[in-house]
């Protein structure tokens, strides 16, 4: 249920935006979650600094605390007081990845906006390439990362995801080598576009191309976690999975709910009633009909057919509901060339 709706905004424990920033809108957002990455914070932050500032390009640096309980939030104030382009926001609890990047994607400003995990694995030096293909390139709108050298080890973290990756792109028809790569980089429409919670974050570019982003995948360099240690363990498969199962039929059916669940009712309601015209005649005819498997059988069809296509029509109402209650628009106007600067 929880792809239906959106999910509220987050409360803040705190936000500060530097009143020097404030001025200048930034051209590039990057956001970053971050949950116990005290260790990295530091060199993170000087490594996007010498990254981007070589651009010239106006950026900021919105790094969402995600409730850690080391020195993360109090870490990123003191550094935030002396860079003007550094946002932190510190949410009030631990929220998971996929709501701290939500949190993140509510303040950015930029008309780009790049994503990247706060452990050093992904490179900010891939950054400049990325934004210049966005540039250059007016055919995407969303460049995606491939770690073609992924540093993480194999059995317990690249297998899952080699699964992952297959079953997503043929589960949703967006094929990528990457799915999980964290380092991505948007045209802000598209991000506007999309609402990250529960684990969605593993899904974005089903998100955005359902959003009508046309999407590059470029190889990014990776590194092994050298600091800190990752928040994820297997138990996460089973959610994915889930989560998967979930997306795909949301994206299939959210218009018409009823054709999922009214189709199996019919297809269930048909033989059904088929069975019981079958006995109700042989009554009529004065046979006995006790005892019969058909009897059983008919009536269990038929019940879970009707209760399939009442399900149905009860999506159908919901669905018009979350469009009508939502106002978002339905079809997104392509922003190509002018209609972009414009
Ligand atoms: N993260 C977060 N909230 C969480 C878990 C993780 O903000 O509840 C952040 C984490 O600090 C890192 C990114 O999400 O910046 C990816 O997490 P991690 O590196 O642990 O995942 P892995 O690379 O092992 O998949
Ligand atoms: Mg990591």
Not at 306 to 322: D, P, S
Request: charged share 25%; aromatic share 6%.
């Amino acid at each position: 249920t929880h792809f239906v709706f959106a999910s509220e905004p987050l409360p803040l424990a705190e936000v500060a935006v530097p009143a020097s920033a404030e001025a200048a809108a930034p051209e590039v957002s990057i956001v970053i979650p971050v949950y116990n990455e005290a260790e990295n914070l530091p060199e993170l932050i000087r490594r996007v600094g010498e990254a981007l500032a070589p651009t010239g390009r106006r950026f900021e640096l919105i790094l969402v605390d995600d409730g850690s309980r080391d020195a993360s939030a109090a870490l990123l104030r003191e550094e935030a007081a002396r860079r003007p382009w550094l946002v932190p926001v510190v949410l009030a609890r631990n929220y998971g990845q996929s709501s701290a990047l939500q949190a993140g994607f509510d303040r950015v400003r930029g008309r780009y906006v790049v994503t990247l995990d706060g452990d050093l694995q992904n490179d900010p030096l891939d950054i400049p390439a990325m934004l210049d293909r966005l540039d250059a390139d007016d055919s995407v709108d969303m460049i995606s990362g491939w770690r073609r050298n992924r540093q993480d080890a194999e059995i317990s973290r690249k297998l899952p995801s080699r699964i992952a990756n297959a079953l997503i792109s043929r589960a949703t028809g967006v094929h990528l080598h990457d799915y999980g790569c964290a380092l991505k980089a948007y045209r802000r429409e598209i991000i506007d576009r999309i609402r990250l919670y529960g684990e969605l974050h593993r899904f974005i570019p089903s998100l955005a191309k359902d959003a009508g982003a046309r999407i590059a995948e470029v190889p990014v360099r990776h590194h092994a976690r050298t600091r800190g240690v990752s928040k994820y363990g297997i138990d996460r498969t089973f959610r994915v999975i889930l989560d998967l199962v979930l997306i795909v039929f949301f994206m299939r059916y959210r218009q018409r709910p009823l054709y999922a669940f009214g189709g199996l009712g019919l297809w269930l309601l048909t033989p059904g009633l088929g069975m019981l015209g079958h006995l109700g005649v042989l009554k009529l005819l004065g046979q006995d009909i006790g005892g019969r498997p058909l009897l059983m059988t008919g009536m269990l069809l038929s019940l879970i057919g009707v209760q399939l296509i009442v399900a149905g029509l009860v999506g159908e109402m919901l669905t018009r509901i979350y469009h009508e209650a939502g106002g978002r628009p339905q079809a997104h106007v392509r922003m190509d060339g002018a209609a972009r600067r414009a």
